[in-house]
């Protein structure tokens, strides 16, 4: 139950994380160029990992029994919203290596993700380090 | 004479079993699972929206407070659990119990304040301090919980009020010691997710 509950997030957040990525415009977390691709698939992957948790088995069990309490319940969402993060950048990043970053400037901060992947931010900062 | 606490629990929960959409509803509104991870995916997301930096940090200040106000709140409903001990409204009231087993399972844990009502209230509370519309959405989605829960009969409306106040107490008064008092230290934390492009 646990490991299913961290995939529910996991999975949930990585459509969360294309919703939000189009909305405010952040390449760095697009997969899809169109902003309404975004949404829509974003919309998509959610509500999926919803409906795929709650037909894949009884959900209506006592914590203590499941293993999944407050406390437990807190850190597994974590831990899946962090997870996401890293195949959502990952994979964006990989979808674009071959693809030149509009110009940025060495920096850090959210900003620079909004024209440059994860890893082309990186290596930003790596070749003025050079 | 039943307490108006009573009374009002046997006119919601009465509502069971007369219509079946309504008791599909809530049985996954009431859900250990649902809600919270539905609130916890919406304020996660965020921590990334906001057309300009000041906004997006805006935000981001707003889930460290549900965070840290939904922590201390569980952790305060925990320790009042321990020491007082409420026995659920279908102990009381057998007549609840097989809706109770129909929509839910029967718990075991004490009745008052409500676990569910003080962590969810907390977290929309931290939100809506920074931001209201985002904040509003999740204060319905909490209270919709909670009313699930009261409509089943596993809590008492007086558990879901009292768990709400404590919730939002509590927030409210992590959320004032991080900002007057911790702010350095939230900084240095938003410092070191902007080292990794995530603030």
């Keep these: ?130 | 004479m039943l307490s108006l606490d009573h009374k009002l629990l046997l006119w919601i929960a009465g509502l069971a079993g007369r219509f079946a959409t309504l008791d599909w509803l809530v049985k996954y509104l009431a859900n250990d699972f649902l809600v919270p991870a539905a609130m916890a995916l919406i304020g996660a997301g965020l921590w990334f929206t906001g057309k300009t930096k000041d906004e997006r940090r805006q935000n981001q200040w707003g889930f460290i407070y549900a965070i840290v106000g939904l922590g201390f709140s569980a952790l305060l409903v925990q320790i009042i659990n321990d020491h007082y001990f409420r026995a659920r409204p279908y102990v009381n009231f057998p007549q609840l119990l097989p809706q109770v087993q129909r929509l839910f399972y029967e718990p075991t844990v004490s009745s008052f304040p409500s676990f569910p009502a003080a962590v969810t209230f907390a977290f929309a509370f931290g939100i809506w301090l920074e931001n209201k519309r985002i904040g509003g959405l999740l204060f319905c989605m909490a209270a919709l919980m909670s009313l699930a829960r009261v409509y089943i009969g596993i809590h008492y409306p007086s558990d879901i009020l009292v768990g709400a106040a404590i919730g939002v107490a509590v927030a409210f008064i992590f959320s004032w010691i991080l900002r007057l008092i911790l702010k350095p230290v939230v900084n240095l934390v938003l410092l070191i997710f902007e080292r990794f492009f995530l603030a």
């Design chain 1, 1 to 130: 139950m646990a490991f299913d509950y961290f995939l529910l997030i996991m999975w949930g957040f990585c459509g969360v994380l294309q919703v939000t990525a189009a909305y405010n415009e952040l390449y760095g977390l697009r997969i899809f160029a169109k902003r309404w691709k975004g949404y829509f698939a974003g919309t998509v992957i959610t509500v999926s990992a919803f409906i795929w948790f709650f037909t894949s088995g009884n959900r209506t069990i006592e914590g203590h029994i499941t293993g999944v309490q407050g406390a437990e319940q807190v850190g597994l969402i974590l831990a899946g919203v962090v997870v996401s993060i890293v195949i959502t950048a990952l994979s964006v990043s990989i979808l674009h290596l071959r693809s030149k970053p509009k110009l940025i400037k060495p920096g850090y901060g959210l900003e620079q993700i909004r024209n440059a992947t994860f890893l082309q931010a990186l290596f930003c900062i790596i070749k003025r380090k050079d």
